[in-house]
């Protein structure tokens, strides 16, 4: 749940889309664009599809099945010269395996060292993040994902319009949240949007430029406080940079692990026995690596959520049992929570409890 995406500006919405769409900035609460009750359908599976698949590139599969048709390539070329041509080749290789071993080993340090200084300490969290890409790199990508889903949405007359009682009710709740959190830099200089999904779905979501979604169905189970703490969390993402981050790691897994592990095994093993063991290679790094750190954002958006909604004077202990209540409605977490983008309901559900003292703290220094 509350998964992450990638978007930026509206201008190149139509207007059809920003019917259904307000822009929420520290200033205005309201919802400046106003049409005529359109009939909603609730037929929007598809559309959910494609959000689930947004954050990431299909590039990525692509390099992959490249990097196995050269590798095949190679080994075909390979295996083509005659016996007395790859023995030279091999007895060449052997002569020079110290320039070929340090010549690899140079390329992966500079590699590193290029990684190194793409480091950043987030004042945040107090810790060293690495973001490869610049946040308009991540705004262009985004703002093709936002077009398409946005276009999607209203075509399939997805989304709650703007005089909505839900979307305004939403939209109240984040503007208090936006109004007392104005002292923060990265809330006060960026521009909020709000769009309202008519779906039962009890979701959330955010692009990395301020598109915040959120489910009728979230709505509907969540009060007023819970709704501030999940809107805190979608502003903690975007607060955070966890999309730049995330891509970034992705990009250095693929860079310093996958990539050179693929291409030895594609030259190494047939064709289909190395698509197969790249494919396994990915599974691996992308359950190791992928989703746990997926998770550690998470919690880390949680926490920061919390505080943001204390700030704006909402109750501590409502984060808590929000995720207690969806532990009972989910049930208990299952033995693939390995499997999972996000920490069980049970999880989340101990450490906002734990949060909360410190919530309380926030609460008395905004004079709640
Ligand atoms: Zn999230």
Same mark, same amino acid.
């Given at each position: 749940?509350?998964s992450?995406?990638?978007?930026?500006?509206?201008?190149?919405?139509?207007?059809p889309?920003?019917?259904?769409?307000s822009?929420?900035s520290?200033?205005?609460?309201?919802?400046?664009?106003?049409?005529p009750n359109?009939?909603?359908?609730?037929?929007?599976k598809?559309?959910?599809?494609?959000?689930?698949?947004?954050?990431?590139t299909?590039?990525?599969?692509?390099?992959? *099945?490249?990097? !196995?048709?050269?590798?095949?390539?190679?080994?075909?070329?390979?295996?083509?010269r005659?016996? $007395?041509?790859?023995r030279?080749?091999?007895?060449?290789?052997?002569?020079?395996?110290?320039?070929?071993?340090? /010549?690899?080993?140079?390329? /992966?340090?500079?590699?590193?060292?290029? *990684?190194?200084?793409?480091?950043?300490? +987030?004042?945040?969290?107090?810790?060293?993040?690495?973001?490869?890409?610049?946040?308009?790199?991540?705004?262009?990508?985004?703002?093709?994902n936002?077009?398409?889903?946005? @276009?999607?949405?209203?075509?399939k007359?997805?989304?709650? $319009?703007?005089?909505?009682?839900?979307y305004?009710?939403?939209?109240? !709740?984040?503007?208090?949240?936006?109004?007392a959190?104005?002292?923060?830099?990265?809330?006060?200089?960026?521009?909020?949007?709000l769009?309202?999904?008519?779906?039962?779905?009890v979701?959330? #979501?955010?692009?990395?430029s301020?598109?915040?979604? !959120? #489910?009728?169905g979230?709505a509907?189970?969540?009060?007023? +406080?819970?709704?501030?703490?999940i809107?805190g969390?979608?502003?903690?993402h975007?607060?955070?940079?966890?999309?730049?981050?995330?891509?970034?790691?992705n990009?250095a !897994?693929?860079?310093?692990?996958l990539?050179?592990v693929?291409?030895? *095994?594609?030259?190494a093993l047939?064709?289909?026995?190395?698509m197969?063991?790249?494919?396994?290679c990915?599974l691996?790094?992308?359950v190791c690596?992928?989703l746990?750190? $997926?998770?550690s954002?998470?919690?880390?958006?949680?926490? *920061?959520?919390?505080?943001l909604?204390?700030?704006?004077?909402?109750d501590?202990t409502?984060?808590?049992l #929000?995720?207690?209540?969806?532990?009972?409605?989910?049930?208990?977490?299952?033995?693939?929570w390995w499997?999972?983008?996000h920490?069980?309901?049970?999880?989340?559900a101990?450490?906002?409890?734990?949060?909360?003292?410190? @919530?309380t703290e926030?609460?008395?220094?905004?004079?709640?």
């Amino acid at each position: 749940m509350f998964s992450l995406l990638v978007s930026r500006n509206v201008s190149f919405l139509s207007t059809p889309t920003a019917r259904y769409m307000s822009y929420i900035s520290r200033k205005s609460g309201l919802p400046y664009f106003k049409t005529p009750n359109p009939a909603l359908r609730t037929s929007c599976k598809q559309v959910l599809q494609i959000q689930n698949h947004i954050c990431h590139t299909g590039r990525r599969g692509f390099s992959s *099945l490249l990097t !196995v048709i050269g590798g095949a390539a190679v080994r075909r070329w390979w295996f083509k010269r005659p016996p $007395e041509t790859r023995r030279r080749y091999t007895n060449t290789a052997r002569t020079y395996r110290l320039t070929i071993i340090g /010549m690899t080993t140079a390329f /992966m340090c500079l590699i590193g060292t290029f *990684l190194s200084c793409c480091m950043e300490l +987030d004042p945040w969290t107090d810790l060293w993040r690495l973001f490869v890409f610049s946040e308009r790199t991540i705004e262009v990508y985004d703002r093709i994902n936002v077009a398409a889903i946005l @276009a999607e949405m209203t075509g399939k007359r997805c989304l709650l $319009e703007t005089e909505h009682p839900t979307y305004r009710r939403v939209a109240s !709740v984040m503007s208090r949240l936006l109004d007392a959190n104005n002292g923060v830099d990265e809330i006060r200089n960026r521009q909020w949007s709000l769009v309202v999904v008519n779906h039962p779905t009890v979701n959330a #979501f955010v692009s990395a430029s301020g598109f915040i979604f !959120v #489910f009728s169905g979230l709505a509907a189970m969540a009060n007023d +406080d819970q709704l501030s703490i999940i809107v805190g969390h979608e502003l903690a993402h975007v607060m955070l940079r966890h999309t730049n981050h995330i891509t970034s790691v992705n990009f250095a !897994v693929h860079l310093l692990c996958l990539t050179p592990v693929s291409m030895v *095994l594609s030259v190494a093993l047939p064709f289909l026995w190395a698509m197969l063991a790249v494919m396994m290679c990915r599974l691996v790094l992308y359950v190791c690596v992928g989703l746990t750190k $997926e998770r550690s954002l998470e919690t880390e958006a949680d926490g *920061l959520g919390l505080l943001l909604a204390a700030n704006a004077c909402v109750d501590g202990t409502q984060g808590y049992l #929000f995720w207690e209540a969806m532990s009972k409605i989910y049930g208990p977490s299952t033995r693939t929570w390995w499997l999972e983008t996000h920490p069980t309901n049970e999880i989340r559900a101990r450490h906002l409890h734990s949060l909360i003292p410190a @919530a309380t703290e926030l609460q008395k220094l905004a004079k709640c």
